[in-house]
T-cell receptor
Framework: DAKTTQPNSMESNEEEPVHLPCNHS???????IHWYRQLPSQGPEYVIH???SNVNNRMASLAIAEDRKSSTLILHRATLRDAAVYYC?????????????FGQGTILTVHP | DAGVIQSPRHEVTEMGQEVTLRCKPI?????LFWYRQTMMRGLELLIY????????DSGMPEDRFSAKMPNASFSTLKIQPSEPRDSAVYFC??????????????FGEGSWLTVV
């Protein structure tokens, strides 16, 4: 599976935007970029995903570089409930049945 | 709608005992995944099923671990005999596999296993 690189940790203040970067220089043409987050003592939850174009949903926005070798998850106004580990994952196509391979993720701390 | 349901939520057992973790995927989903999470190794995929058939069990640590999916609404992960190093949070997840791989995977709340 293609690998992703994320910063170990980031900090933000409440109600400020947060930009979480992810590098995936070995991404293949059929790989989807997925973001999941894991709140304390909970299972991972889906945040957003994309292939080539930028994506928006009620939780976040995903900005994908034109060459697809990097992406950025954008939380427009961080809240204390956004404090979590954020995982950037490449989800393979083909016969892999879409399994998710998690890396170490970015620990996001939100200060009041 | 009910999400992925796992049981038990917490289990403490003695070394050598058999442990069975259970999972009910979301109705209509055709892919099921078992993950294990520890501080040292993070989230690891153990095994996944598609249409009740195991597709890849290369993540299963050793023969003490086994997983079954007898029907579309139930799966088990069994550890026999259990060892202290099996202490971890075990997550079950499900999704609906389509031809595109952008579909979402939904996780349960996990089974917290402690082997003493």
């Amino acid at each position: 599976d293609a690998k992703t690189t994320q910063p170990n940790s980031m900090e933000s203040n409440e109600e400020e935007p947060v930009h979480l970067p992810c590098n995936h220089s070995t991404i293949s043409g059929t790989d989807y970029i997925h973001w999941y987050r894991q709140l304390p003592s909970q299972g991972p939850e889906y945040v957003i995903h994309g292939l080539t174009s930028n994506v928006n949903n009620r939780m976040a926005s995903l900005a994908i570089a034109e060459d697809r070798k990097s992406s950025t998850l954008i939380l427009h106004r961080a809240t204390l409930r956004d404090a979590a580990v954020y995982y950037c994952i490449l989800r393979a196509g083909g016969t892999s049945y879409g399994k998710l391979t998690f890396g170490q993720g970015t620990i996001l701390t939100v200060h009041p | 709608d009910a999400g992925v349901i796992q049981s038990p939520r917490h289990e403490v057992t003695e070394m050598g005992q058999e442990v069975t973790l259970r999972c009910k995927p979301i109705s209509g989903h055709n892919s099921l995944f078992w993950y294990r999470q520890t501080m040292m190794r993070g989230l690891e995929l153990l095994i996944y099923f598609n249409n009740n058939v195991p597709i890849d069990d290369s993540g299963m640590p050793e023969d003490r671990f086994s997983a079954k999916m007898p029907n579309a609404s139930f799966s088990t992960l069994k550890i026999q005999p259990s060892e202290p190093r099996d202490s971890a949070v075990y997550f079950c997840a499900s999704s609906f596999r389509t031809g595109l791989y952008g579909n979402t995977i939904y996780f349960g709340e996990g089974s917290w296993l402690t082997v003493v």
